[in-house]
C-alpha cells in the first residue's frame, strides 16, 4: 500500500468518537477557539477586505477566505513542534461543507476536522517544519491544500481511491515558500486562502473522478520539486492510534507564538513590581530560530509588524495591556510612550535556549530598572500542553478579543452555540448555520 493511500485510509475510517474523552473534549474546545478567530477576523477591516476581494465566487474560495480571515488574527491554535497553526485551516472547511451539504451529524463533523488536523500537524513534522520556516518556507501554507483535502474528502464521504486522489492532487497544489510581504491588506493571507481552497477543490475533484499520482509520497518527488525532505515515518507512526489534540497550544493574546514567552516572563516582572517608566532596558533572550524575527520593530499601518515585534508587545504589556486583545491594531502607532519602551527592548539569541526548541518556544526577560536587573525565564507559556486553556479561559479570551467588535451579549450567544455544536445534530447545524453568516456578515 502507497504511503498515501494509508493516509487516505485514515481520512475515511478514522471516528472521532474513538478518541479518548479528554481529547474529544480538546477537539471541541479548539473548535470553538477557532470559531472566535473566525468571527473576530470577519468584524475588522483586513478580514472585511479579503471578503470582499472574491465577491460570489464559488464555495471552495470563499471558505479559503473566511479561514484566511481567522489565521489573520494571530489568536488561533498552533502545533509547535511542527510549526503548523492547524485549525483555520480546517475547522472553516469542515463546519462550511456542513452547511453546504445539509451534513449535520456530529460524528462526521469531528471526524473531518480530527482528521485535517492530524494530516496538516504530521505533514509539518515530517518536512521539519520550524527548519524550514527560516528557510523561507511557511510550514502552514505548505501543509494547507493537504489539510483542507483530507477535511473536505470526509465530508464528501469520499471513499479510499477518490481520498487518495484528493490528496495527491492536493499535494501537487503545494507552494510554501513566500518572500517578505508587507502592506495591509496583505497578500499573505490572499496566498493562504488560495491554499485552503485549492484543498476542497482538490476534494471536489477527485470527487469528480479527477486522478492524481497516489504513489508520489514514495518517491522523492518533494526533495526533487521544492528541495524538502520527508520523513515518511512521521507521517504513518500510530496513525489513527494517537491525536495531536493534547500537543496543540493556545494562543492567550494576539501574537506571533515566538513573542509570547517573553510577553509573559516580563508581565511576570511587572507583578512583581517593576514599574514601566523606571525601565532603562530590556534584553530579551530567545533561541537563534527566532530571534531575528521578533526583532522586527512595529511598523505605522502594518498590523501584522505589530503582532510579531516583541518590543512592541511588550510596551503594550506595561502600557495598554488591554490592547494585547486588539485584533485590528489600527491605532498601532498612536501612542508615543509605547514607542518610546519599545525602542529600550533588544532581543539576542541565547544558544542556552536551543535545547527546549521546537518542542517549547521559551524565552528569557532581563530588565534593568531603578539600578537593579531583574530576570525572568518562561519555557512553557499558558495555552501550551502543559498549561492548557479550560473552557473559562477560552470564553475570557473570546471575551476580551470580540466585546469591543460584536459586544457581550454576541460573545455569549456565539459562545454557547460554539460549545454546543459538535453535542447533537441540531446544535451542529445552528453553528454551521451561524459560522457560514459570519464569512457574510
Known sequence: MSLIAELASFVVGAKASDLPPAERERLSL??????????AGANIPEGRALRELGGDAGLASQIGRQAAAARLTEIDDIHLASCITPSAGIVPVALRLAAHLR??????????????????????????????????????????????????ARMFE??????????????????????????????????????????????????????????????????????????????????????????????????????????????ALLHEGVRADAIDKVRVRVPKAYAAMIATRAVPGARQSTMVSVAHQLALAALAPQRLCDVDRSTADADAAVTQLAAKVEVVPDASLEAFYPQHWPAEVEVAAGGQVFHRRVIETRGDPEHPLGRAAVDAKAHCLLDPLVGAAHVDAW????????????ACERLAAAFAGAAAQ
Open 158 to 267: 469520499l471513499d479510499e481511491a477518490r481520498a487518495a486522489h484528493a490528496l495527491s492532487l492536493a499535494l501537487m497544489l503545494i507552494a510554501g515558500g513566500v518572500g517578505r510581504i508587507h502592506g495591509v491588506p496583505s497578500g499573505r493571507w490572499f496566498l493562504y486562502a488560495n491554499a485552503v481552497a485549492s484543498g476542497v477543490a482538490a476534494a471536489l475533484a477527485a470527487g469528480a473522478d479527477y486522478k492524481g499520482d497516489p504513489e508520489l509520497l514514495d518517491k522523492n518527488w518533494l526533495a526533487d520539486t521544492h528541495g524538502i525532505a520527508l520523513d515518511r515515518d512521521v507521517l504513518r507512526d500510530k496513525l489513527g492510534a494517537t491525536s495531536v489534540y493534547s500537543s496543540l497550544s493556545m494562543k492567550p493574546f494576539c501574537s506571533a507564538k515566538q513573542a509570547i514567552a517573553a510577553v509573559e516572563a516580563f508581565r
Open 30 to 39: 479548539h473548535v470553538a477557539d477557532t470559531a472566535v478567530a473566525a468571527l
Open 103 to 152: 451534513a449535520f451529524e456530529p460524528e462526521r463533523v469531528a471526524g473531518a476536522i480530527w482528521v485535517g488536523t492530524e494530516i496538516t500537524t504530521r505533514l509539518g513534522l515530517a518536512v521539519n517544519g520550524p527548519q524550514v520556516l527560516y528557510r523561507g518556507i511557511w510550514p502552514t501554507y505548505l501543509a494547507a491544500p493537504v489539510g483542507a483535502a483530507a477535511t473536505a
Open 415 to 426: 459562545l454557547r452555540l460554539c460549545h454546543d455544536g459538535l453535542q447533537d445534530g441540531a
